[in-house]
């Protein structure tokens, strides 16, 4: 599966063929048939093993410690290694989002994960009076798109511009978590 996510983030689902995926992946076509039977099944495959293989709640909830900056900075730290994890993932998601939407959907459910979860932290902050009042899922939504733009910025911007290190979430966060606090 490997091999296809390689092929697929380089070139899109429809330019790559089996017959690449068998030889990249060192097996037979027939092994390739036999095992997924389409090439669609090998996405569906992938993207099936992509989008259960984080227990991010859990994650999230065992680490949890009512103090903002740290929380959001913790949760963002996991969505970036998320993202960075299943970035040619992504990469295939958006190639394909026209004639595969379902794809491009399903890959999004992480980001769906990850607002749900910040709303209801938010809200649970609110509740216990450490943060200000206001819609929690408004105010997860403000984390959450710097989050995913940062991504998609070093991601599309991949070899044009510097990366920007971890030092650029952290005083994010820092300013962010500065806005949300009684």
Do not use: C, W
């Not at 390689?6 to 076509?29: D, N, R």
């Not at 009042?133 to 403000?142: C, H, S």
């Not at 798109?145 to 991504?151: D, T, V």
């Amino acid at each position: 599966m490997a091999a296809t996510v390689e092929l697929m983030s380089e070139k899109g689902y429809k330019a790559v063929t089996i017959k690449e995926i068998a030889a990249a992946a060192s097996v037979s076509e027939m092994t390739v048939f036999r095992t997924f039977g389409s090439k669609k099944a090998i996405l569906e495959a992938i993207l099936q093993n992509y989008m259960f293989s984080t227990p991010i709640e859990q994650i999230i909830r065992q680490n949890i410690t009512y103090e903002l900056e740290a929380d959001l900075l913790m949760i963002s730290k996991l969505y970036h290694d998320v993202l960075k994890r299943d970035k040619k993932i992504y990469l295939i998601s958006v190639m394909e989002r026209k004639t595969m939407p379902e794809i491009h959907r399903g890959v999004h459910n992480n980001a769906v994960r990850f607002l749900s979860i910040v709303t209801e932290y938010l809200k649970t902050m609110q509740e216990k009076g450490k943060v200000v009042q206001g819609d929690p899922e408004i105010q997860a939504m403000t984390v959450m798109k710097f989050n995913y733009g940062k991504f998609i910025a070093s991601t599309m911007l991949e070899g044009i511009v510097p990366v920007v290190g971890e030092d650029h979430i952290e005083e994010s966060i820092s300013i962010l978590a500065r806005g949300l606090k009684m």
